[in-house]
């Protein structure tokens, strides 16, 4: 494109608002919906990047640059979405329990300028182990109302980080946005981005974690 596009965000989330403005943009926040029901045999990898295409072009208008992303969780390649309610997330949280299990976002940018439209569009995954849960933490969490907008039914971020022995890729991309490959893919389109606060290692996770409790 001929000029640098106004970014958009076409996500409500609070969590992807930030990591983006960790970049050091000046972007909208433009909401868009899609319908996140997989499709029959539809993989988690695909399934994301479906979803952020359908966001992104909703949102992005001409002369814009709009950014879409969706995240799901995957345990042994069966999608977990955000809970319906809180039986639902009770159930993804006995289910991941103990267990490692995948995070994928899918990252999709569409450009609009003139009836032209670039799209760009990529996945990131992180592996993150659960260590077992008893009854009693699982309904705590539940009743705090955490889980009920995010995707498996936790976030690294919050209260459930007690729950996550270990994880490997990106920390940002299992709260919501991989800022690594969304730095990347912005800067294909002309978009100066600032120096990210990087995702930290597994190990200066874990030694965070452990001062905190």
């Not at 992104?56 to 319906?84: C, F, H, M, Q, Y």
């Not at 709260?175 to 912005?186: D, I, Q, R, W």
Request: charge should be neutral; proline fraction near 6%; hydrophobic fraction near 45%.
């Amino acid at each position: 494109m001929s000029t640098v596009p106004t970014l958009v965000l076409a996500s409500a989330s609070p969590r992807r608002r930030e990591l983006l403005a960790e970049l050091g943009l000046q972007f909208e926040v433009r909401p868009a919906a899609a319908d996140e029901t997989p499709r029959p045999a539809e993989l988690p990898e695909a399934l994301v990047i479906r979803l952020a295409l359908a966001k992104a072009k909703s949102a992005a208008r001409d002369g814009e640059l709009a950014l879409g992303a969706d995240t799901v969780v995957a345990l042994a390649d069966e999608i977990l979405g955000k809970p319906a309610d809180a039986a639902e997330a009770r159930a993804m949280l006995r289910r991941l329990a103990g267990q490692e299990h995948e995070v994928w976002t899918g990252v999709a940018l569409v450009a609009r300028e003139r009836g032209r439209c670039r799209i760009v569009a990529r996945a990131a995954r992180t592996r993150v182990v659960f260590r077992p849960l008893s009854a009693a933490e699982i309904d705590a969490y539940v009743a705090s109302g955490h889980p009920l907008d995010k995707a498996g039914a936790y976030g690294i971020q919050g209260a459930a980080s007690a729950f996550v022995t270990g994880f490997e890729g990106s920390y940002s991309n299992v709260v919501g946005l991989p800022v690594e490959l969304v730095a990347e893919l912005l800067a294909g389109f002309g978009l100066a981005v600032g120096a990210a606060r990087p995702s930290p290692s597994p190990e200066a996770w874990r030694g965070e974690i452990s001062r905190r409790t």
